[in-house]
């Protein structure tokens, strides 16, 4: 396992304490954990590439370390805020189908996140930091995302069957 591999799974593995603060009412420290998240999600892309070690488990384990960290956040906050679900509901079924759409395919032709996943990716780490600090007007924010989630899906999904045509 390669050190960035290691910081995507800590991605993942701080996604329960995110949520037991955001539950607890513990806001301030939660954020602080959405911020070490969104700063790891850029460190684990720094090292992979700095190293020459992009593997294949990142490959897999980086998007899917977003949408554990993202997807446990924003359902926390729905839960002690007045956060609409909908846009929350939505991502999750985009991520599920995404995520699906992954492991259908082999591994070696899985490629790295677009720019826009990146920016949408980046955004929502924003996001949900702002809303644990109280801004409750920034869920314009997360519609944002929702609609760049659902294009770089479609980036995606064109990649998916571009390759399937080549085959």
């Known amino acids: ?5 290691f910081v995507s799974l800590l991605r993942i593995v701080l996604a329960v304490p995110t949520a037991i603060l955001i539950l ?3 806001l301030l420290s939660a954020s602080l954990l959405i911020a070490l998240a969104g700063l790891s999600d ?3 892309g720094y090292l992979a590439r700095s190293t020459g070690k992009k593997t294949d488990l990142g490959k897999v384990i980086d998007p899917l370390a977003d949408k554990i960290f993202l997807l446990t956040t924003f ?3 729905i839960k002690v805020s007045d956060l609409d679900p909908l846009p929350v509901i939505l991502l999750v079924i985009r991520d599920l189908g995404v995520t699906i759409m992954r492991h259908s395919v082999p591994i070696s032709s899985t490629f790295g996140a677009s720019a826009l ?4 990716t980046s955004l929502l780490f924003l996001c949900a930091f702002l809303m644990t600090l109280g801004f409750e007007e920034v869920e314009i924010l997360l519609w944002i995302g929702v609609i760049l989630s659902y294009i770089s899906a479609l980036e995606y999904v064109g990649y998916n069957i571009f390759l399937a045509l080549r085959r």
């Open 1 to 5: 396992m390669s050190s960035a591999d």
């Open 24 to 26: 607890e009412g513990n």
């Open 42 to 44: 850029f460190l684990d």
């Open 75 to 77: 359902i926390a906050l």
């Open 117 to 120: 996943a990146k920016v949408k």
